[in-house]
């Protein structure tokens, strides 16, 4: 079992930046592809990055492509969304998720986080 901590929301203006992190309490973190999504109000949560166990492949919606970088740091359990350029757009609650390695479908994301509140001001 896995469980997932965010952290690193809060308040940008339009062109900043903010890092999210998320933490990984399980021991066998780099078995897992880690993703991150994101929900605003009134909306169905959305894919925004994920990254292989080795992080040496990633994945990125297009909304958020040449802005955004996801990382992962396996020694430290812990996967990173750099969130540059940001737009009121991005405005939304930020998730992390596990999920297991499939040859042919994506990724099943088993373990998911309680999220991160990320508010971009115009």
């Known amino acids: 079992q896995v469980q997932l901590v965010e952290s690193g929301g809060g308040l940008a203006q339009a062109g900043g930046s903010l890092r999210l992190s998320c933490a990984a309490s399980g021991r066998t973190f780099s078995n897992y592809v880690m993703g991150w999504f994101r929900q605003a109000p009134g909306k169905e949560r959305e894919f925004v990055a994920r990254?292989?166990?080795?992080?040496?492949?990633?994945v990125y919606a297009e909304s958020v492509k040449g802005r955004f970088t996801i990382s992962r740091d396996n020694a430290k359990n812990t996967v990173y969304l750099r969130m540059n350029s940001l737009k009121p757009d991005d405005t939304a609650v930020y998730y992390c998720a596990a999920g297991n390695f499939l040859w042919t479908q994506p990724p099943q994301y088993a373990y998911w986080g309680q999220g991160t509140q990320v508010t971009v001001s115009s």
């Open positions: 990254i292989s166990r080795s992080g040496l492949s990633t």
